[in-house]
């Protein structure tokens, strides 16, 4: 616990750590709120709640630069207070931010903010934050979503920056402000995405589109997932 006026985890480059089973609340700090790695970084079980930023171009949560990997597995990130974001990724080129069986949301500003690198989102969700979902910001970056679901954030789903690649499958983009996506899915399988506007989607196979998942405003479970209603076209469509 920060007291909110201490920043959390600081990791620095070329040194490898793990969190397991821990929670990080009430961080406060300019170069980041509650965890800032240069370094290699797991999380495992980890709760990321309640903490802030003052600074422009931070994450409240996580801040990430340079080279560092970052894996999170069966983490939530929740309740933090940026103006920018709640995960900050600003990697150089080889940069990696690898997210398992996770929950980002109802955070104040963007989910996930990627710069360089490569990002790869896996059987998690990204919901109810006050900015975009996932957003890129550079040419270059790599965007992998699978097995996912980006929903009720209040400006797009996912932003992908000119010049970025992105892959999206088997994945739910729904009831996003703005809309669901904006810029080029470079590869799209069997997702279902509600609204396409200001969105080009490559040819792909079982998407479908302008249609309503019939998931509810609220995700529940410790990871808070969105449960499908019984009549959802998304139900074996995967």
């Known amino acids: 616990d920060g007291g909110d006026s201490k920043m959390g985890i600081t990791i620095y480059a070329n040194i490898a750590t793990t969190v397991e089973n821990f929670t990080i609340q009430h961080a406060h700090g300019s170069s980041g709120g509650a965890i800032y790695s240069a370094g290699v970084l797991t999380l495992n079980n980890v709760i990321i709640r309640n903490n802030r930023t003052d600074s422009v ?25 940026s103006s920018t974001s709640a995960v900050y990724a600003a990697h150089g080129p080889s940069g990696a931010l690898t997210i398992n069986n996770s929950f980002i949301g109802n955070n104040q500003g963007i989910g996930v903010y990627l710069t360089y690198g490569s990002l790869t989102v896996t059987n998690s969700t990204i919901a109810n934050n006050t900015g975009t979902g996932i957003s890129s910001a550079m040419s270059g970056a790599t965007i992998i979503v699978q097995n996912s679901t980006i929903a009720h954030n209040d400006a797009y789903g996912l932003y992908v920056y000119s010049g970025a690649a992105a892959t999206v499958r088997n994945s739910i983009l729904a009831h996003n402000t703005t809309t669901d996506c904006r810029g080029t899915i470079a590869t799209s399988d069997h997702n279902l995405i509600s609204n396409t506007t200001n969105c080009s989607l490559a040819s792909g196979t079982g998407n ?8 509810p405003d609220v995700p529940v479970g410790t990871l808070s997932y969105f449960a499908l209603e019984v009549d959802s076209p998304a139900i074996d469509a995967g």
Do not use: C, E, H
């Open 57 to 81: 171009n931070s994450g409240a949560g996580l801040r990430l630069i340079s080279a560092s990997n970052t894996v999170l597995n069966n983490t939530v990130i929740t309740d933090n207070i």
């Open 208 to 215: 479908l589109l302008q249609a309503d998942p019939r998931i």
